[in-house]
Every structure is written in C-alpha cells, then in structure tokens.
C-alpha cells in the first residue's frame, strides 16, 4: 500500500492540482474574470440566501384552464359535425358541459357516435387509467350533452403546469440570469427564485405576460366607435391598443391569419430607415405559406399584430410578404423590444400566471448569512485541526494538509461545474471536513492497533491502510446514497446541500486513500522512521 510508482505519484498530485486551480478563478473581481477565456470562466454561482435576489410563487389560473377546455371542446364539436353533415342548433356552454341539439330529421345515432369519437382515455391507450375524457350523454329530446370529466380538468392542469414550467425557464433563461431555481410547487404552483436579480419588476413583467400572439386583418367596415356601440360585425371584435400606440381601439377580425405557434424565431434590432427598436421574427415553412397567402390576398388592407388580445401594431400591407419574415414596431424602447422578442422566443404561456407570493431578498441579509457561514466554517476547521494536531502529532499535520486539499477540491468541481452555493450547500463542506478527518482517524487508529500487536512501523501503516479501507469504502458509500436519495427526492436547499455533501464524499476518498498516503509514503521512505509518531 505503501508503494508509489513514479507514474502514479505524478498523476495523483496532478489530479489533486488541477482540480484545486478550478477554484481559483471565484477570487477574482469580475473584470478579471470575464477577461478570462472562455473555457476558464467557471466559478460558484452564489445562490438566493447568499447574494439576494427574487422569490417569486405562480399559480396557474385553472379557471382558465378548464374555460379553454370547454372552448375547444365546443369548436370539437362544431367541426365534427359539420365534417359529417348533420344539421345541428343551439350549440351552448353550461358550466363544463357543452349542449347541442340535433335538428329534426338529421341522423342522431350518428351524430351520437360521431361525438362520442371525441371522448379519449386519459393517459393515452397504452398507460391508461380506465377514465375517459369526456363524459357523453342523450339528455333527450335530441338534445346531447358533452361533459369534461374532472380527472381531464386535473390531467390538462398537470400539462399546462409543465408546459408553463418550461416556458418559464426559457423566459428567465434569456434573461442572462444564472442558475436560476424553477419547479412545481403543488399541483398548480410554480416556485421562481432568481439570485442576485436586479429588477425583479422586470421578471414579474416577464412571467406575467401569456405572450400569446396572432396576426389579425383589421375590419374597417365600421368604426371603432360605432363598434363599441355594439354594430361590430358578429366576426369582429373590439381590441384595446398599446399605450405605446396611443391606446386607440381597433375593430380586429375574430379569425386569425397566422398565430405565434409558427414563430420559428424572434430578435431584437434596429430600423434601418428611422432607427427605432424594432422586433423582427420569421416563421416556419406552414406560417410563412399561409402569412404569404393572406397578404397577397390583403394588399392595402391595415393588419393587427395582436399580443395577449391588445394591439402592439397595425401596418398597413403595402406589399405580399412572401419570404415567411417580417418586423413589429411600435414605438419601442431598446429594452421592450428585446423582452418583447424574448416573450416570443420563449412561447406562449397555456393559462395565465398570477403571483400569489413575492419575495425580494437583500443582498445585506446574503452577506450576514455568508458571514456566519464562514464564521462557523472557521471555527469548525480550527478545532477540527488542533484536534488532529493534540491527538496525532505529525500524522495529524499529515491529516489536516489532506483535508485542506480536499475542501480545496470540493471548491474547484463545484466551480468546474458552475453549481450554485447555498448556504445548506457550506453546511455540506463542513460537515465534509469530519468526514474526511473521520476517515484519518480509522486509518490512524488501525495503525496504533497494528503497532500495540506488534508489527514494525511501516508494516504497521502499511497494513493501517490496507485494512482501513474496506470500512471508510463502506461508510462513505452509504453516506453517498444518502446524499443521491436527497438530491433525486429532495428541492431547493436540500439538494444544494446533497451537491456539495456528495462531492465531498468523493474528494474524501480520494484524498484519504490517495494523497495522505502518498504523502505518509514519502515520509517513510525519507526518514525511515524506528517508531510511529502517532
């Protein structure tokens, strides 16, 4: 156990080395930092409790969840009968149910069949759950009632939590904010916490926004305010501008030319002509057909680009645009203009998002918890070495010079790895430093053990190490599966503080069973030691 190749000797202290110089860039100032090569700029994100920033708590509007439901289940149904040909009246909403009545002489069997077609199991064929979607029934007098089960609102609440998880994601994302922390919090809750955030009004802006866009003709053949005295076409509908548009109405057709869901992408520039922000966006190959189409057809007909039912612009079509790209203007500043391109990359929200709960934590009471973490990271390390010191002598020198690299190592793959710090995360770093110090001990009283029997001193280490091992190999691995139990299961600061406790388990390892006894062997083979110093 004593024996070092030359080979091996190298790449121990290499390993250890390079992996130590990954901590180094977290003591730079920023400057130096971002002056770095790219491959090099890696450092410890500070998380929420550290260095401040937004808590944000979103709830899904299930409400408009289940009417969204309902809506398409009555256009379902509209379709479907109209695609078979059967005369139907009285197509209306009532709560979660959707009615409609069969005219006389038309087929109701058929009918009947036709829109039980449109009852699915939920879960999907293969990993259903026996539950169907819709529950469909004859309410007599050839009137037929579709109704949305409750396990299907609670199914499309579950996916529209998903969908607006990553969307979410996307929008903090493009934000340039790091290591953001976004999960489900309950079944229609999103939790949002963004360190060192400046402006969290910004980000509230951001999520707060459907974002859902559609490219809308504008009818002019009544005036808004004619239409605002209920004359709008039963096609048409009255839509507020922006304030950067005055705030003028405009009476927008209801049918939609070409909707956001074909943005393929969105970014920020300037006019070449007058300067000001502009947003420009191209669509995919389906949307840049049927924008082509509708302008072609349109010429000299104003359009209404229209952002979560508010008009952002209405230009004029001058031209066909037929190239699938086109820009929104509208009075922008630099800054509307790249959240507004970021809303459109990210896409639209499946329900609104309202903020249920707000936080915003200051960068004073970040500083006061680093404080006392390095106060109690402190005093944890020095009683922790004069301990080794009192009890082991040299050997104990030997211990906390390993421990020192390993905390050093720990430091460097959180940095190589651009992990966030918490402070459940330095609790994990302390609680390493009597981990790694444990795994001496055993190794060191071993070696006491082997001398009382008899054995000469470097048999005595030899064997101390050899035999140590199995029970510092067992220990630490059922300490690692705890740590990988909390970090799967666990959120938030659970799994900061699982990160960093299962990389010092592995550093630990390392350094017990690898760099002290590197060094106890060069200390061996120089002095030669008559007795152990322990």
């Known amino acids: 156990m004593l024996y070092f190749s030359r080979w091996k000797a190298i790449a121990t202290l290499a390993t250890a080395f390079i992996v130590c110089a990954f901590a180094i860039p977290n003591f730079f100032s920023e400057a130096t930092f971002q002056a770095l090569p790219k491959w090099a700029q890696r450092h410890m994100v500070l998380g929420l409790d550290l260095q401040g920033g937004s808590h944000l708590l979103l709830e899904v509007d299930s409400d408009a969840v289940r009417k969204e439901k309902v809506d398409t289940l009555r256009d379902d149904v509209r379709r479907v009968l109209r695609e078979a040909r ?8 009532r709560g979660l149910s959707v009615e409609v009545r069969i005219r006389e002489g038309a087929d109701f069997q058929q009918a009947l069949k036709k829109l039980r077609e449109l009852s699915t199991p939920l879960g999907g064929i293969l990993s259903g759950t026996g539950q169907q979607s819709l529950d469909i029934s004859d309410a007599g007098n050839n009137l037929v009632r579709l109704t949305v089960t409750e396990p299907a609102i609670n199914e499309r609440i579950r996916q529209a939590v998903d969908q607006s998880i990553q969307i979410v994601e996307r929008r903090v994302n493009e934000l340039g904010t790091v290591e953001p922390l976004i999960q489900r919090q309950g079944a229609d809750r999103i939790l949002v916490q963004v360190p060192g955030l400046q402006d969290p009004a910004r980000l509230k802006e951001l999520l707060g926004k459907t974002a859902k866009l559609t490219f809308r003709l504008v009818d002019t053949s009544v005036s808004p305010e004619q239409a605002e005295q209920g004359r709008a076409p039963p096609d048409s509908e009255v839509l507020k501008g922006s304030a950067k548009e005055g705030g003028h109405p405009y009476v927008v057709e209801k049918r939609v030319m070409v909707s956001g869901e074909d943005l393929v992408d969105a970014q920020p520039g300037f006019d070449q002509r007058t300067s000001e922000p502009i947003v420009s966006f191209r669509f995919n190959s ?50 509307q203009a790249n959240d507004l391109a970021i809303l459109l990359r990210a896409g639209a929200l499946p329900a609104p998002l309202t903020i249920v709960e707000e936080r915003t934590v200051g960068a004073g009471l970040g500083q006061d918890s680093i404080e006392k973490g390095k106060r109690a990271s402190y005093v944890g390390s ?16 030997f211990a906390n010079v390993a421990v020192a690299v390993n905390v050093a190592m720990i430091f460097g793959v959180l940095s190589l790895l651009n992990a966030t710090l918490t402070l459940p995360g330095i609790a ?48 630490n691995i059922t300490t690692f599966i705890a ?32 760099l002290t006894r590197l060094i106890v062997a060069t200390w061996v083979r120089w002095k030669r030691p008559q007795h152990v110093p322990i």
């Not at 059967?86 to 909403?93: A, F, K, Q, R």
């Not at 020095?382 to 020198?397: D, E, K, N, R, S």
């Not at 666990?490 to 388990?505: S, Y």
């Open 382 to 397: 020095v009683l922790v070495v004069l301990f080794m010191l009192a009890t082991y002598g040299l050997f104990g020198i």
């Open 86 to 93: 059967i005369g139907y009246t009285g197509l209306t909403i």
């Open 286 to 335: 389906a949307g840049a057909r049927r924008f082509g189409q509708a302008t072609q057809e349109n010429v000299g007909r104003p359009f209404a680009i229209v952002l979560d039912n508010e008009v952002i612009s209405a230009p004029v079509i001058r031209e066909p645009i037929i190239g699938g790209s086109g820009q929104i203007s509208g009075n922008f500043t630099v800054e």
């Open 483 to 514: 740590a990988a139990v909390l970090f799967f299961i666990g959120t938030g600061p659970v799994r900061g503080f699982a990160v960093t406790l299962g990389i010092g388990i592995i550093t630990t390892v390392f350094t017990a069973f690898t």
């Open 428 to 475: 994990g770093i302390v609680l390493t430093v009597g981990i790694a110090v444990d795994s001496n001990v055993l190794i060191y009283e071993r070696i006491r053990e082997e001398v009382r029997g008899g054995r000469t001193p470097i048999t005595a280490i030899d064997a101390g190490f050899a035999r140590a091992l199995a029970t510092i190999l067992d220990s």
